[in-house]
């Protein structure tokens, strides 16, 4: 049995070796993806003659799925804010690895042979692509330096009326509404300002009292005045950490039962350093043929003082 394969085109795996690229459904899907880039290679193929040249846009980074190399590629090629159209995809239809790879791809999926040319660009070819880009790019050049040479010479230019001309009726009511305004002005400048005499005797004025102003008793803020705390001193907020440990080794003998061993033994209490049983040295560290061996030399010592 053949080994399974995957067919990209088909998006299926096989187990019928190299025969499924001679199937139908094989067949059909390589001629759809074909003719789906088929329109783009032709629009670029006539660019090859004639370049065209255009103001830099976000459109312009638009990109191609090319199907022999099987990853996408620059549709035009763009540099500043100037943009060639459809020169990205010329310049990857004439490099050899787009030839290796579309005839590997051409190989492997049974394709027409007449229509491999088609998907290529030969180096001839894309020489002349390049000769006309530049024409185009001098071309565009030229024209911009024309618009930007126009617009400053309009810019400069002031108009001037003609002699015997008359100004425009709008023009004249402008000037008129200006000469009567400025008259209204001059009149209110002349206008001489009333003076104002609160002294003048016979102006009946009214008492309103004595007007008491609001002093600071001198007393402290009450923002101002520390707490009894902060006056007896810089005291820790809460428990110490002792306290704290503590109260959790309670809490931790709470969850024991209450009548354990030991429950009731107090830690505190003084105890010699013989309390604990001698015999097997059960609590001793170390491997238990030391203690044994240590146990026999200790009994033999206490028999000695026994005889002596």
């Not at 051409?106 to 024409?135: C, G, H, T």
């Not at 185009?136 to 930007?148: A, M, N, P, R």
Request: proline residues 6%; positive net charge; glycine residues 6%.
């Amino acid at each position: 049995m053949a080994p399974p394969q995957r067919c990209t085109l088909c998006r299926q795996t096989f187990f019928c070796g190299r025969g499924h690229v001679y199937s139908r459904k094989h067949q059909r899907q390589l001629k759809g993806a074909l003719e789906r880039l088929l329109p783009q290679v032709e629009a670029a193929r006539k660019a090859i003659r004639a370049a065209q040249v255009e103001r830099y846009v976000p459109e312009h980074d638009r990109r191609c799925w090319c199907l022999c190399c099987g990853f996408e590629v620059r549709k035009h090629l763009s540099h500043g804010n100037l943009t060639v159209l459809h020169g990205g995809l010329l310049e990857h239809l004439a490099s050899p690895e787009h030839k290796k790879a579309t005839n590997k791809f051409w190989w492997e999926n049974k394709a027409e042979a007449q229509m491999k040319e088609k998907f290529l660009i030969s180096p001839q070819d894309y020489a002349r692509f390049k000769k006309s880009m530049v024409k185009s790019l001098d071309s565009y050049e030229e024209k911009e330096d024309e618009v930007i040479k126009e617009v400053r010479r309009k810019g400069l230019q002031k108009p001037e009326p003609e002699e015997g001309s008359s100004a425009p009726a709008s023009w004249k009511g402008m000037n008129s509404q200006v000469a009567s305004s400025s008259e209204h002005l001059s009149h209110l400048d002349l206008q001489p300002t009333p003076e104002f005499d609160w002294m003048e005797t016979g102006q009946p004025l009214t008492f309103i009292g004595h007007q008491v102003q609001k002093t600071s008793s001198g007393a402290t803020p009450p923002w101002m005045i520390q707490d009894e705390e902060e006056s007896s001193g810089n005291l820790p907020i809460g428990p110490s950490y002792e306290e704290f440990l503590k109260e959790k080794e309670k809490q931790k003998l709470k969850k024991l039962p209450p009548e354990r061993v030991g429950a009731n033994f107090d830690h505190n209490s003084s105890t010699s350093a013989g309390w604990l049983p001698s015999f097997g040295r059960v609590w001793n560290n170390g491997r238990r043929w030391q203690s044994r061996h240590q146990f026999k030399t200790e009994a033999a010592s206490r028999n000695k003082k026994g005889k002596s």
